[in-house]
């Protein structure tokens, strides 16, 4: 069951890989909601699932409004064929899905950032949908991933501002005015606070957060990268006796460049998942602190996540809590974010 806090959502997936939610399920849901002259705007770098694109096109046909921003990368061929005008090779679901899309009249950009536009996020009136996981069928039923819903006006408005300046390209290392930093809400008496890379500095956020931890960090994480000051901090709090555990995915962890060598070295628990049987990816950016903070979104621990790349964080909690029904609130969620991590690595989890 999706774990459901007054105006926060959110689901831990996928159901087919023994997840407590299924990820297809909140985000065609929270397409279909979408009614006559009301506008969807969508953030996200890919999508090849016929389902979402579906739902879509069905929000169109009722008179909906909708944007569509996407990453260019998946609607090119890996190499120029003999017959350029065969439907076939690399990324032909994504070019089939995207034709249809656009023959319903759907405004849709390519994004205009040559490193990765990676956001994963729409905008439905009052409400947003953000998280891990991206409009593919991987995405949704091999990889591990999460999805984060939020009713909330404050939320929603920063995420439209965000999406008004992708949609002008002004995004990414093309971002030529910093803008303010979204400001906190209370939602449901739990601190929400977005941040979007690179203006906002996510990599920051999530050291100064790992700087306040007392007893435990967990993360499960797709990427990450020595570039980033994340390992740092998180040896850091191993050093002052913070228990820290780290669960990456297995084919980025081994890669030279991978924080986890240093975290190893410096006596963190460094875990392996994914790529295995039928598990695709271990895909989170997940992050629980002290089980009452949980770290949410798009953004891989890397510098080119933090610099270049278009990606955005959701804070959910505040260490320093002091009301009753917030700090229990925000445990749940932290708690039961903990757990599927811990799920993880007792299913499919093996040693660095």
Known sequence: MPITEGNITIHLGPTEQGAPDSLIEPIVDFIDRTRRRQRLMIAVQEVDHRPIAEAIINARKRGASIDL????DYLLGGRMPDDPFASEGRNEANRFLFNAILRSTVDVKSDFNTSIFHQKFMVRGNSVLTGSTNFTTTGISKNLNHVVVINDAGVANSYKREFREIQKGSFGKYSVDRDE????????????KPL???DHSPEMEIMKQILKAKKRIDIAVFTFAQSSGIDDALIAASDRGVKVRCTMDSRQANQRWAASHGLKAAGIEVKLAGNKGTLGKLHHKLMTIDDNLTIFGSFNYTGPANSSNDENIIIVGDLQESGQAAKAAQKRIATASRK???????????DF
């Open 69 to 72: 921003v996407i990453e260019q």
């Open 181 to 192: 930093k979204p400001k906190e809400s209370r939602v449901s008496n739990i601190r929400i």
């Open 340 to 350: 599927e991590i811990d799920r993880i690595i007792d299913v499919f989890g093996r």
């Open 196 to 198: 979007f890379a690179p």
